[in-house]
């Protein structure tokens, strides 16, 4: 799975990963949960991983659909 997201983002010529994350909790509980996957994907990729947290699951689903994530971690609510 990891070798995938790493060819992937191979492709993208942007200096920056945008990891958007769903607001199912607080902001820092969030960044504190997923601040060792963005830092070891920055390590892994050689480009900086960026937190992307929404303020609420609607502002979520718009920033999904105008492309502002590169990569997003979600529920299959969303998806649905």
């Known amino acids: 799975m990891l070798f995938f997201i790493l060819f992937v983002l191979a492709g993208k010529a942007s200096a920056e990963i945008r990891l958007g994350i ?3 909790l607080g902001a820092v509980e969030l960044f504190v949960m997923f601040n060792p ?3 070891y994907l920055t390590k892994e990729t050689g ?4 937190i992307v947290i929404p303020k609420d699951f609607d502002a979520f ?3 999904a659909r105008a492309g502002n994530f590169d990569l997003g971690f979600t529920n299959s609510l969303i998806y649905v």
């Open 37 to 39: 996957l963005a830092e």
């Open 22 to 24: 769903l607001p199912r």
């Open 61 to 63: 689903k718009e920033a």
């Open 47 to 50: 480009k900086k991983v960026r």
